[in-house]
């Protein structure tokens, strides 16, 4: 059985930065895992744990779902970039469990005392989080580039981390059983001729019975040798934007489901018809698979409290991972009132 030491509602409390640098291999990792200079600042504070991060998706091959051993995520506490040249990609920050401790003197987690290795410093964390090429371009280092390498692969309907959803207080029973649900008829339905009609059908059925709106899963019929529409509304911070219906994001988009390279996701989909404040134009990210800084050519748009449910995620479903959702501007209408779901 999957081990479950901290769950989500725990308070504890980020342990020193001299704590937690003794931690760190040459790399600046404990177990593979980076803790990056942005962290610092949250050193000595208290925070209640948002959720275990025992599994998360692939967000970089979108291949099977991870398991990461004693680690959570703590509220909504996110990467500014400030120590990767100003990356915009508002990252959640994983949390190892050997960089806090319970905010309770009576819990204990029974983990052993991670070793301490010495000379490590601010200046010293800094120098982890890059490289120079030999192209002379800075290629960078985060949780978000070595999460791979810091986890192991596990199966959609792996029986132990689905307790573990559940016994970390992750989900509840209903949520993860209707998820689980839709999953397996959508899964029918992706991979068979055999009544599809019926599949399809119960899907939509299903899915307006557990969450009142139609099916979120929308092709696009643009050819991909066609270029897809190109709105602009120059939207900035603090704007009040509507998401459009998806009837009428389905004609932006090519037979790849993109809009100008950027690919729509069923998990927009709990968002559409709400309005909700621009919280950024994104211009520039760590790219996940090269590892250099992206300047984006069509920035994308970032709205206020929009993030993945990971509602219809094939391989980690009801990931707490969290990952901030792009939009295209076509996907958006400026509105006049006040924001909400």
């Not at 290629?139 to 192991?152: K, P, S």
């Not at 004609?251 to 100008?260: C, G, I, K, S």
């Amino acid at each position: 059985m999957i081990p479950v030491r901290c769950k989500a509602g725990d308070l504890v409390e980020v342990r020193s930065a001299s704590e937690i640098l003794a931690t760190l291999d040459d790399q600046g990792c404990l177990e593979k895992m980076p803790f990056m200079p942005e962290m610092l600042e949250l050193c000595g504070r208290q925070f209640r744990v948002h959720a275990s991060a025992h599994k998360i998706c692939d967000s970089t091959w979108y291949k099977l779902g991870r398991y990461l051993e004693d680690s959570v995520f703590l509220e909504d506490l996110r990467c500014d970039g400030s120590a990767h040249d100003g990356c915009q990609a508002k990252c959640s920050l994983i949390f190892k469990l050997a960089w806090l401790k319970p905010a309770s003197p009576q819990r204990d987690w029974g983990l052993p005392p991670p070793a301490a290795v010495s000379g490590r410093d601010v200046a010293w964390l800094q120098t982890t989080t890059r490289r120079i090429d030999e192209k002379g371009q800075p290629v960078y280092r985060c949780q978000t580039t070595d999460y791979l390498g810091a986890t192991c692969t596990y199966r959609p309907f792996d029986i132990s981390i689905l307790i573990a959803d559940l016994r970390s207080g992750n989900v509840r029973l209903r949520e993860l059983a209707r998820g689980l649900l839709l999953l397996i008829v959508w899964n029918i339905t992706s991979n068979t001729r055999i009544l599809w009609r019926f599949w399809n059908g119960l899907y939509g059925r299903l899915h307006r019975f557990f969450y009142g709106t139609p099916s979120p899963h929308i092709s696009g019929t643009i050819p991909k040798d066609q270029p897809t529409p190109d709105l602009r509304l120059n939207l900035q911070e603090g704007e009040l934007v509507r998401v459009r219906r998806l009837e009428d994001i389905q004609p932006t988009l090519n037979v790849a489901n993109r809009n100008r390279g950027l690919g729509y996701s069923a998990e927009l989909s709990p968002y559409s018809g709400g309005t909700y404040k621009v919280a950024k134009r994104v211009t520039r990210i760590i790219h996940e698979r090269t590892f250099v800084m992206t300047e984006m050519k069509n920035p994308c748009i970032m709205l206020e409290g929009v993030f993945c449910k990971a509602r219809y995620h094939p391989e980690a479903i009801l990931c707490p991972k969290r990952v901030p959702l792009y939009f295209r501007e076509a996907w958006l209408e400026r509105v006049d009132g006040k924001p909400g779901d």
